[in-house]
């Protein structure tokens, strides 16, 4: 599995866009890129997933530039209920086996 | 949205006592796991079983765990003899077959060891 690093914590006001950079150098031909988001006693929750340039969503956006060497989560004008954790993760369904691999993942806080 | 429900939310046990730890996954999905985060720690993957049987499972799913499927809804995860260190939030979650990477996670039991 490809390693992914991201900053472990950003502080934003409210009403900003956030923009959440990960690094995954080693990425493979076959992986996904694919964002969770965890708030304190719950379990994560699927973001948003991509393959390469752009995906956006109800909730975010997700940009991937030609490398694939690096993908960015972006999330317009948050608000005080986007303070989380976001785990970025690299990888590709193998047969019978959809193991997900978090890291530390970056702490969001959002300030009023 | 469908869900992932986990029974019970909060689960205290004597050390050496046996638990199971209740999940329903998602109708139509096909795979399903176990995962578990210690308080402050990284989520850490159990298990994944499909086709009623374990397809992987970690280091930390030794012999004192074991899961099942008893029916054609539940999910659960059986710990035989607990340890103070088996104190964390066990997620369940489960995802279908296609390429969507996207797992759905229940919400969680914290499980005390005292």
């Known amino acids: 599995l490809a390693k992914t690093t991201q900053p472990i914590s950003m502080d934003s006001y409210e009403g900003q866009e956030v923009n959440i950079t990960c690094s995954h150098n080693?990425?493979?031909?076959?992986?996904?890129i694919t964002w969770y988001q965890q708030f304190p006693s719950q379990g994560p929750r699927f973001i948003i997933q991509?393959?390469?340039t752009k995906v956006t969503n109800e909730v975010a956006s997700l940009f991937i530039p030609a490398d694939r060497k690096s993908s960015t989560l972006s999330l317009p004008r948050v608000s005080l209920s986007d303070t989380a954790v976001y785990y970025c993760?690299?990888?590709?369904?193998?047969?019978?086996?959809?193991?997900?691999?978090f890291g530390k993942g970056t702490k969001l806080s959002v300030i009023p | 949205e469908p869900e992932v429900t986990q029974t019970p939310s909060h689960q205290v046990t004597q050390m050496g006592q046996e638990v199971i730890l209740r999940c329903v996954p998602i109708?139509?999905?096909?795979?399903f796991y176990w995962y578990r985060q210690i308080l402050g720690q990284k989520v850490e993957f159990l298990v994944s079983?499909?086709?009623?049987?374990?397809?992987?499972k970690s280091e930390i799913f030794d012999d004192q765990f074991s899961v099942e499927r008893p029916d054609g809804s539940n999910f659960t995860l059986k710990i035989r003899s607990t340890k103070l260190e088996d104190s964390a939030m066990y997620f369940c979650?489960?995802?279908?077959?296609?390429?969507?990477?996207?797992?759905?996670f229940g919400s969680g039991t914290r499980l005390t060891v005292v």
């Open positions: 979650a489960s995802s279908d077959e296609g390429a969507n990477y996207g797992y759905t």
């Open positions: 080693n990425i493979a031909t076959n992986d996904y």
């Open positions: 079983f499909y086709n009623n049987e374990i397809s992987e």
């Open positions: 109708s139509n999905h096909l795979y």
């Open positions: 991509g393959y390469k």
């Open positions: 993760l690299v990888g590709a369904p193998g047969a019978g086996s959809y193991q997900l691999t």
